[in-house]
């Protein structure tokens, strides 16, 4: 029987994460387990000491509106290495802990797998604002990073109307291109580039050609990271459509922030589903909502799969743009 659990978030943090860790507290000291919060995923996990702190309802009092994670999100690759692997098991069990709740993405979800096949028993959150994950509609984060966006965007509008500009903008999601999507929808955008949709530069320099020539004074182009130097892209469209273009690359402002409300209540709700999961032995599975139920999926069907729920919008974004 489970009597002491521990919670970690590790890999890129995401707003929401601490709705989550408040969850798995309260939860758990409801049902009247220790609950331990683990520092610094899991580089606290195998260095114990004082990455080890016992959690009470108190410690995770007012955090619900916080953005980041209390607990630290730090990297170990490492981590891939089973004696480090063993390390760490040697030191949960050492501290008395039966399971654990990691909050993370694709990475940390495979640290949980190899845990779980060394016997601890393990439940995985999807954290990550990219929505990257499979096994779920919506990842922990995602909803607050793409409000952050459409409201950069909608201030980007304001000063390239003024000047009857081109706006480039570069965004996150490098494996999945629903932050770009969803925030393109909801600006009204009028291209959107993702690692999987109109990455080709010249298809890039010919819209932008048509968009001049269609008499749009400023057109906003959504880029999502890694696929160019934004700001030569810039140059290159200016060049090429004669419309003068300026890019924007929002960075990590887009991992910040108080958490919305629908990020809030899916921690919520994912914290405390896990937390009984676990009291009723269920471990090597992940934790989803696919059509605003809780579903859990094997680890093994979700690490390295991608998925993106916005795709099957790429015809209205093209119809209203
Ligand atoms: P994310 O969870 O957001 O995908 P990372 O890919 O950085 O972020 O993974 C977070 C952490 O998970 C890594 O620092 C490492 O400690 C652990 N991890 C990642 N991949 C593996 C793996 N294949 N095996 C074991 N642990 C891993």
Same mark, same amino acid.
């Given at each position: ?54 959690m009470t ?6 955090? =619900?509106?916080?953005? &980041? $994670?209390?607990? #630290?999100?730090? *990297? !170990?690759? +490492?981590f ?13 069990k ?8 990691? =909050?993370?993405?694709? &990475? $940390?979800?495979? #640290?949980?797998? *190899? !845990?779980? +096949?060394?016997?601890?028993k ?9 929505n ?128 919305s ?61």
């Amino acid at each position: 029987m489970v009597k002491k659990i521990a919670v970690l978030t590790s890999g890129g943090d995401a707003p929401g994460m601490n709705a989550a860790i408040r969850a798995v507290v309260r939860a758990g000291r409801s049902f009247n387990l220790e609950v331990i919060g683990i520092h610094e995923g899991y580089k606290g996990l195998v260095e114990a000491g004082e990455n080890y702190e016992v959690m009470t309802r108190r410690s995770v009092t007012n955090i =619900i509106a916080r953005g &980041g $994670t209390i607990l #630290g999100s730090a *990297r !170990l690759p +490492e981590f891939s290495q089973h004696e480090v692997r063993v390390k760490g098991v040697e030191q949960l069990k050492e501290a008395g802990i039966d399971a654990l709740i990691v =909050i993370g993405g694709d &990475g $940390t979800y495979a #640290g949980a797998l *190899r !845990l779980h +096949e060394l016997g601890i028993k393990c439940i995985g959150l999807p954290g990550t604002i990219d929505n990257d994950i499979a096994g779920t509609d919506y990842t922990i984060g995602f909803d607050t990073c793409v409000n952050t966006v459409v409201e950069a965007i909608d201030k980007l509008r304001d000063t390239c109307g003024s000047h009857r500009r081109c706006a480039v903008v570069e965004v996150m999601g490098r494996y999945c291109g629903d932050i770009a999507r969803a925030a393109g929808l909801a600006t009204g955008a009028e291209f959107i580039v993702t690692n999987s949709e109109n990455n080709d530069l010249q298809t890039i320099l010919d819209q932008t050609k048509h968009f001049k020539e269609a008499g749009k004074r400023h057109p906003v182009i959504i880029v999502t990271e890694h696929l160019f130097d934004v700001i030569d892209l810039a140059r290159k469209i200016e060049e090429y459509s004669g419309m003068e273009t300026r890019a924007t690359i929002l960075g990590h402002i887009q991992r910040g922030g108080t958490p919305s409300c629908s990020d809030r209540i899916l921690a919520s709700r994912l914290g405390l589903a896990a937390v009984e999961s676990l009291m009723q032995g269920v471990s090597g599975v992940c934790l989803g909502i696919q059509s605003n139920e809780i579903v859990a999926t094997p680890f093994e069907d979700v690490i390295g799969k991608s998925k993106t729920i916005y795709s099957e919008f790429d015809e209205l974004i093209k119809i209203l743009s």
